[in-house]
């Protein structure tokens, strides 16, 4: 479904995260946000993400930014999508930032571990909503059947009641 990539991530100007953006699913973005060191700022505080959280549009920043911000308004700062407080994704990238801070070899094992189980967990939250769909599909598709079962018999009961009424 989706592919996670732990390379060095390559730069991309602005406009191309802008045409990326339009054609990628929100959490496919959360992964390719790494790009720059700039796309590593907050856009409420403008400085490195400390405790990076994404909402369901994608977008990241601070929890405390996120957290402040959402006190007043349940809304996406960036895009005005509504979010509510549970719906917030942890990321680790956080610790991650800037040369200076990379993770000692030694715990390359422990961080990517970390990451497969967030990854993990994004992915069974896209697959228990891609059942639910499915789910809610098959329901439509049995009371469509009804339907048209419910259609048939009027089409019959009214063929007879035109029947009855030409020869009365």
């Given amino acids: 479904m989706f592919r996670f990539c732990f390379t060095q991530p390559t730069r991309i100007n602005s406009q191309q995260k802008r045409k990326l953006s339009i054609a990628k699913p929100q959490y496919q973005q959360l992964i ?15 400085d490195q993400y400390n405790y990076p959280v994404a ?3 994608g977008h990241v920043m601070c929890y405390q930014c996120i957290k402040q911000w959402g006190k007043q308004l349940n809304e996406c700062p960036v895009c005005r999508q ?20 990379r993770p000692k070899p030694q715990n390359y094992a422990k961080m990517y571990t970390k990451q497969s189980i967030q990854f993990k967990s994004v992915l069974e939250l896209v697959d ?41």
């Fill in 32 to 46: 390719d946000q790494q790009s720059g060191n700039e796309s590593f700022q907050c856009p409420i505080c403008y």
């Fill in 82 to 101: 509504n979010f509510q407080a549970e719906e917030l994704i942890r990321l680790i990238i956080g610790k991650q930032i800037g040369t200076d801070k």
């Fill in 55 to 57: 909402l369901p549009c």
């Fill in 128 to 168: 228990s909503q891609n059942q639910q769909i499915v789910n809610d599909n098959n329901e439509i598709i049995k009371y469509k059947n009804k339907l048209q079962n419910y259609k048939v018999g009027l089409c019959i009961c009214l063929a007879v009641l035109i029947i009855v009424l030409s020869q009365v």
